[in-house]
RNA sequence: GGCGACGUAGCUCAGCUGGUGAGAGCGCCCGACUCAUAAUCGGGAGGUCGACAGUUCGAAUCUGUCCGUCGCUACCA
């Protein structure tokens, strides 16, 4: 476990603004960010958790021009749509923002500059095909043609989405421009790249030094490496992004998004900084020896991650290198990657639909493909929700409350002389507090749940091997001691579930007292205890399913 | 095609720096209990750890080949 107030700076994906997210970006991104955040700050550390919408990028502009409206107003929807995901979800982030700020653009000159200025950026010149009737260059995507592998008459310029191959724009057969119809004529273009390949040998070493990182992200980055880097193109002929910070290409350029977007991790924060009155406030995260920083992502994501960002950030100087980059695997749908444009598996906005957020948060952290792609179904939630989390924690906390409303006068009771089985039970909830940490401090989140089901599990069996109910008949005394120790006993076991179920917790607290640390908070006696409403509503399947169409996703 | 990951009980997954009898949750069967959201607790059945070959005294764990699934393949990010 982490020293005490560590600056950790939790760094999650950039949503992309160009449609609705789905659950596995959930699972993948933003829920275990947000676990790691919550425990963080429990456990006294200085989380700055930030993200924002990316809302640069073809798939906008794609979108926008198909529905006829600016990108500008694509990403403002979804931008909206996000946020109010995150507000309904409750992902506790600092400084949720866009790159569409006037701050992110000025950070990510900043950047650009240095590396420029530095020689890790240069100038080339290449040949892409341009639309003369549009008067533009075009990207992969705005080029359609018969794919030559498959015959596919409508294969875009970067991939036949018929057979699933990968395509250069100059392989298709009769090449016409997206916009327009006519047949793109190829025009060179200038171009800023970044040398990746100046940091083939530093990012190799420095990957070889990583420990703890997770086996695939850390084979798939060495194979980048063993590949060989090669330079990148970052700038772009399109008009919707952020401007290249010198007028040498002249008009029509921008940056390229992919160089733009990561460097959103560092103008989020500064942006922070900014609204805390503190300018300067972002260097703690960012250049301290002590700070952590770790990525939270999908796999997709990984080398841009791994590779690419360390080698600006090393470039640039000063910054620190990401400490972990525990990206995760998917989540697949009966068997198919979730996606949201093909309706496989549910939108965010489709899950809170259909289940209260404790619930599908719980359902999710049990399920997050951190090792392995991991297969879910509505069928599959609805199981972890009324045969886990309701059955043996919702229902744990109920039947507890319930009887120290019911048998101890509908107050805490006092301690009591307690037997040694009794200290045992909560000596055994304070041990899961502290294996919890760890695993969660080691992003293993899926563990830590487990750790702490197991320890509500353990109350269970206390319960039923003690009896209370039948010792407030026989000896009252003993039993306000049984009941004073399985309540101690929830009372620890919560601060587990606490990262993981925002919502119930703050409901419990609203019972039993406040959680402001990693540890069994004091419980005070005398404290009265109301009769509990159920911390959770069980998911009636029946009606689920009953739901429009009779598929409930 | 190349690269990476994965293929372990009915389902979802852990284990994989090689070594006491192959695990967990859920489901299923039996029993206990009835405070609690028909919840809980105990016990049990169930797997030749994808296939084949090899290394080794010993492999789910290492190597090779094959089969299958998923992803990436640098203009999605």
Same mark, same amino acid.
């Not at 794919?147 to 294969?155: D, I, L, M, V």
């Given at each position: 476990m982490a020293e005490p107030q560590v600056p950790i700076l939790v760094a999650v994906a950039w949503p992309y603004a160009s449609g609705s997210r789905h659950l596995g970006h959930l699972a993948g991104a933003y829920l275990p960010a947000?676990?790691?955040?919550?425990?963080?700050r429990l456990a006294g550390n200085r989380v700055l958790m930030v993200s924002g919408s990316d809302v640069h990028?073809?798939? %906008?502009?794609? #979108?926008?021009?198909a529905e006829g409206v600016t990108p500008a +107003? %694509?990403?403002? #929807?979804?931008?909206?749509?996000?946020?109010?995901?995150? +507000?309904?979800?409750?992902i506790s982030?600092?400084?949720?923002?866009?790159?569409?700020?006037e701050n992110h653009a000025a950070v990510t000159h900043d950047i650009f500059l240095r590396l420029l200025e530095k020689g890790y950026i240069d100038r080339r010149t290449s040949d892409q095909f341009y639309d003369a009737e549009a008067d533009r260059f075009l990207p992969d995507r705005y080029i359609e043609g018969t794919?030559?592998?498959?015959?596919?008459?409508?294969?875009r310029g970067d991939q036949c989405e018929d057979c699933g191959r990968t395509l250069d724009p100059e392989e298709l057969v009769d090449p016409r421009s997206k916009i327009t119809g006519a047949e793109p004529e190829v025009r060179s273009t200038e171009h800023f790249y970044l040398r990746l390949s100046d940091f083939e040998e530093s990012l190799g070493s420095w990957l070889d030094s990583r420990e703890g990182w997770r086996r695939h992200v850390l084979n798939f980055s060495k194979g980048w490496i063993e590949e060989g880097l090669q330079d990148r193109a970052i700038t772009r002929d399109l008009d919707w992004g952020v401007a290249v910070p010198v007028?040498?290409?002249?008009?029509?350029?921008?940056?390229?998004?992919w160089f733009e977007a990561v460097i959103g991790y560092l103008s989020a924060a500064k942006e922070w900084a900014q609204r805390q009155g503190d300018s300067e406030a972002w260097r703690d995260w960012w250049e301290g020896d002590d700070a952590r920083s770790v990525y939270f992502i999908g796999k997709d994501n990984i080398p841009f991650h791994t590779i690419i960002w360390p080698a600006m950030l090393s470039g640039y100087g000063g910054l620190n290198l990401p400490t972990d980059v525990p990206a995760n695997q998917y989540l697949t749908f009966k068997g198919g990657k979730a996606s949201a444009s093909r309706g496989v598996g549910l939108t965010i906005g489709e899950g809170l639909r259909l289940f209260e957020p404790d619930g599908l948060r719980y359902a999710l952290a049990a399920s997050l493909p951190e090792q392995s792609d991991t297969d879910i179904s509505v069928e599959e939630i609805v199981r972890r929700i009324n045969e886990e989390l309701i059955a043996t924690w919702g229902n744990l906390v109920n039947r507890v409350l319930s009887m120290v409303h019911a048998r101890c006068d509908g107050a805490v009771p006092e301690p009591g002389d307690r037997t040694d089985a009794d200290t045992e039970l909560v000596a055994d909830v304070d041990a899961a507090l502290v294996s919890a940490a760890d695993q969660i401090d080691r992003v293993e989140l899926r563990a830590a749940l487990r750790t702490a089901m197991e320890a509500a599990a353990g109350v269970n069996a206390y319960l039923n091997a003690t009896e209370p109910w039948k010792?407030?008949?026989?000896?009252?005394?003993?039993a306000r001691v049984v009941l004073g120790t399985a309540l101690d006993a929830v009372n620890g076991v919560r601060v587990a579930f606490t990262p993981y179920l925002p919502f119930s917790s703050a409901a419990l607290e609203e019972v039993i007292g406040p959680v402001d640390a990693w540890r069994r908070p004091e419980l005070s006696p005398g404290m009265p205890i109301g009769k509990p409403p159920p911390l959770f509503a069980k998911v009636d399947v029946e009606e689920l399913f009953a739901d429009d169409d009779g598929e409930p996703g």
């Open positions: 947000d676990v790691f955040a919550r425990f963080q990028g073809t798939p %906008i502009t794609v #979108r926008a021009d +107003e %694509i990403a403002d #929807r979804y931008h909206a749509e996000f946020l109010d995901a995150w +507000e309904r979800l409750a982030w600092d400084c949720y923002t866009s790159t569409g700020t794919c030559p592998h498959c015959g596919y008459a409508e294969a007028d040498d290409l002249g008009p029509g350029k921008r940056i390229y998004v010792l407030a008949e026989t000896d009252p005394d003993r």
